[in-house]
């Protein structure tokens, strides 16, 4: 273990077009070999879309759909006494943000659709409603959690 200071966790800039620290988030975790460009206009073709389809602010439907799949608890395996238990844990405010998002690329890559831009409008729109892959991935999470909850006294 490193007995230097401890590192702060260092957080991208906004994004030019948005102002917003969640939309470069989303920018890096559809990011492919370093083509940042790129990633850019996926997003940027994806909030087009959405603003075309909803006729309101993307920012806003997107923000609300990372509300929506931001999980609270999940479970993390713990081994004791030669037997792994699923614990539930509580999800800090980073990781459930971070979560969400991976969750959201992973149902829109997964969907059937023609561009990453159309695919991505449809998830976020869908989240932002309370339904889609990624919001289910958020309730089984929560059911895992809850079912495991009587192992919940092995917490670190």
């Known amino acids: ?38 990633a850019d206009s996926i997003v940027f ?21 990372i509300k929506n799949t931001t999980p609270i608890v999940e479970v993390k395996a713990r081994r004791i006494g030669g037997s792994t238990y699923q ?14 998002l991976r969750w959201i690329i992973k ?12 695919k991505l409008a449809s998830e976020i729109i869908d989240a932002s409603n309370g339904i889609g892959n990624a919001v289910r991935k958020k309730d089984e999470t929560h059911k895992m959690a809850e079912a495991n909850k009587a192992f919940a006294h092995f917490r670190y």
């Open 1 to 38: 273990m490193s007995r230097r200071s401890i590192v702060k966790k260092r957080y991208p800039l906004a994004d030019s077009q948005y102002n917003s620290f969640l939309v470069s988030l989303l920018t890096a975790r559809i990011l492919k070999k370093g083509k940042k460009r790129l």
């Open 45 to 65: 073709e994806t909030f087009e879309l959405v603003r075309e389809r909803t006729s309101s602010e993307p920012i806003q439907i997107f923000e609300t759909a």
């Open 87 to 100: 614990v539930p844990l509580e999800v800090s405010r980073y990781r459930g943000t971070t979560l969400a």
């Open 107 to 118: 149902a829109a890559k997964d969907r059937a659709g023609r561009t990453t831009s159309l």
